[in-house]
T-cell receptor, first 112, second 111 residues
Framework: DAGITQSPRHKVTETGTPVTLRCHQTENHRYMYWYRQDPGHGLRLIHY???????DKGEVSDGYSVSRSKTEDFLLTLESATSSQTSVYFC???????????FGPGTRLTVT | ELKVEQNPLFLSMQEGKNYTIYCNYS?????LYWYRQDPGKSLESLFV?????AVKQEGRLMASLDTKARLSTLHITAAVHDLSATYFC???????????FGKGTHLIIQP
């Protein structure tokens, strides 16, 4: 499972509230990613990180910010949650070599 | 912009039959990945295809890559119920090698 955990695993929140999702890895991988999964869209890249304090935007970054102050933790923040951000969020790490990405268990977020 | 298209998006088939899922992508890439997802679960890596002509096999699943045609296939041989899942192909092309995914093929294998 590449030592990836996500917290919380489930969350229900109200529109307009801030939300932070955490991804934690235990294997010291440099690259980390946040994706969202929605029916009919597959997975889409939100933000990614290529090292501590090095982050960049992905395909669907509007309304999201990220931070990485330690190698092992990658945080995704919704500053003011909207109903369109109801989704399942997956964190991933990229292993060196073949470049395969391994995914965490996911966080199901519902914004009411 | 990299686009990845899978077809079919939904497939219902009987046990024992063979079928192929297709994955087309729009720009040059030498790395393609196949994942499996069971309902309510995370994604499980199936195959990593790193070069033109690459072929990988695991049990009843075989994946291939033609980079010139920008096409990968996932072939299922003598399907069994346990292979029922959603299958995604993904191509590198985003920043820091982020993946662009197809929409997934929802596969149901009936006894």
């Amino acid at each position: 499972d590449a030592g990836i955990t996500q917290s919380p695993r489930h969350k229900v929140t109200e529109t307009g509230t801030p939300v932070t999702l955490r991804c934690h890895q235990t294997e010291n991988h440099r690259y980390m990613y946040w994706y969202r999964q929605d029916p009919g869209h597959g997975l889409r890249l939100i933000h990614y990180s290529y090292g501590v304090k090095d982050t960049d935007k992905g395909e669907v970054s509007d309304g999201y910010s990220v931070s990485r102050s330690k190698t092992e933790d990658f945080l995704l923040t919704l500053e003011s949650a909207t109903s369109s951000q109801t989704s399942v969020y997956f964190c991933a790490i990229r292993k060196t070599g073949a470049g395969e990405q391994y995914f965490g268990p996911g966080t199901r977020l519902t914004v009411t | 912009e990299l686009k990845v298209e899978q077809n079919p998006l939904f497939l219902s088939m009987q046990e024992g039959k063979n079928y192929t899922i297709y994955c087309n992508y729009s720009t040059t890439s030498d790395r393609l990945y196949w994942y499996r997802q069971d309902p309510g679960k995370s994604l499980e890596s199936l195959f990593v295809l790193l070069s033109n002509g690459a072929v990988k096999q695991e049990g009843r699943l075989m994946a291939s890559l033609d980079t010139k045609a920008r096409l990968s296939t996932l072939h299922i041989t003598a399907a069994v119920h346990d292979l029922s899942a959603t299958y995604f192909c993904a191509v590198e092309g985003g920043g820091a090698d982020g993946l662009t995914f197809g929409k997934g093929t929802h596969l149901i294998i009936q006894p």
